[in-house]
């Protein structure tokens, strides 16, 4: 059984820092792409970055590049989202996600089947 447990979320000030973890189980690390996607209240759920766990390649949304970094240590099966200098548009549930994302591309919530159950992030301004 493929499970996802989130960690780390909580609330910070703006431009203050915080990491998630996404530890995985039930099934091989490297077999799937980690991604992280975050869900505000009334939004539709975005892709905020991923992660090959094969060859390590990332990817992240626009919106977060230059602040956030994923990283994995296949060893823990365990992915990280180092988040900096955060805003308060960055208020969402947190989500892990895992597969193999397929034509609408690595930050599509679209392209994943397993899920975790979230985690909050609250910036305040």
């Known amino acids: 059984e493929v499970q996802l447990v989130e960690s780390g979320g909580g609330l910070v000030q703006a431009g203050g820092s915080l990491r998630l973890s996404c530890a995985a189980s039930g099934f091989t690390f490297d077999d799937y792409a980690i991604g992280w996607f975050r869900q505000a209240p009334g939004k539709e759920r975005e892709g905020v970055s991923c992660i090959s766990s094969s060859d390590g390649s990332t990817y992240y949304a626009d919106s977060v590049k230059g602040r956030f970094t994923i990283s994995s240590d296949n060893a823990k099966n365990t992915v990280y989202l180092q988040m900096n200098r955060l805003k308060p548009e960055d208020t969402a549930v947190y989500y892990c996600?895992?597969?193999?994302?397929?034509?609408?591309?690595?930050?599509?919530?679209?392209?994943?089947?397993?899920w975790g159950q979230g985690t909050q992030v609250t910036v305040s301004s």
């Open positions: 996600a895992a597969d193999n994302p397929g034509a609408l591309g690595y930050l599509s919530p679209y392209e994943y089947d397993y």
